[in-house]
Structure formats: structure tokens, C-alpha cells
């Protein structure tokens, strides 16, 4: 019994790899052929997107094609607004923190910001010792 048990399993063993293999070559055709058929509508899509081969199109697909372009302008669009205006209030804030700057730095006393020293005392050598006689 063991054995009929064994040789059992061995034969569905050897039977689910030779499926497994036979699906295999199956799964990557079908994978290929649908990767292919999708190229091929990237690629005609993109062509018509460019404005070729648009004759062969129906008077539906044109409008279409027409609404996913305005679709895509607006898009564009929007996406520059919106970097024009965080440029711009950016470089506002830069301004308005250069302003600051320059109204604290204008607000310091001049004698701190513009220190000179006068007394020139410090430069001349001192005096020499006085001599007692007597």
C-alpha cells in the first residue's frame, strides 16, 4: 500500500511541473502579447497626440482627442501658475527680510557702527621712568 502510496505522489509531482511548465510558456505569451498590443496603442495614441494619423479618426474621436488636450493645456497651466506664484512670494519674503535687515542695521548708533577710536594715547610710548637725584 505504502507503495502504490509513493508512486502516487511522485506522478502527480511530475505531472504538476510538467503543467506548471507548460503554463508557463503560455502565461509569458499571453504577458508579451499584451504588452505588445499595448505599445502599439501608446504609440498610435502618441501619434495622434502630435497631430499624425489623425485622418483615420471618426468626428467622436477627434473631439476626444481634442477634450484630453484642453484637459492636459489646463493642467500645464495651472501647474505654472503655481509655481509662479510660489516663486513670487518667495522672493517677497526674501525682500521684506532684506528690508528688516537694513532698517536694524540702520537703527544701531553710528558711534557702534562705525567705530573709531580717537584717543590715539595707546600708540605713543610710555613715558620714561622718573629719575630722583637727591
Known amino acids: 500500500m505504502e507503495s502504490i502510496l509513493e508512486r502516487y505522489e511522485r506522478y502527480s509531482y511530475t ?3 510538467l ?7 503560455r502565461s509569458w505569451t499571453l504577458e508579451y502579447n499584451k504588452l505588445k498590443s499595448r505599445a ?10 502630435m ?4 485622418e ?4 467622436k474621436e477627434i473631439q476626444n482627442l481634442e477634450q ?3 484637459t492636459g493645456l489646463k493642467n500645464i497651466r495651472s501647474r505654472k ?10 522672493l517677497q519674503k526674501k525682500i521684506k527680510e532684506k528690508e528688516k535687515e537694513k532698517t536694524i542695521t540702520q537703527n544701531v548708533p553710528w558711534e557702534q557702527h562705525n567705530y573709531v577710536d580717537t584717543d590715539a594715547t595707546f600708540l605713543m610710548p610710555p ?6 637725584i637727591g
Open 15 to 17: 505531472e504538476r511541473q
Open 19 to 25: 503543467v506548471a511548465a507548460d503554463a508557463a510558456p
Open 40 to 49: 502599439e496603442l501608446l504609440q498610435r495614441n502618441h501619434r495622434h497626440y
Open 51 to 54: 497631430g499624425e494619423d489623425i
Open 56 to 59: 483615420s479618426l471618426s468626428l
Open 68 to 70: 484630453q488636450l484642453d
Open 81 to 90: 501658475n503655481q509655481l509662479l506664484h510660489e516663486s513670487i512670494s518667495e
Open 127 to 132: 613715558p620714561p621712568p622718573a629719575l630722583n
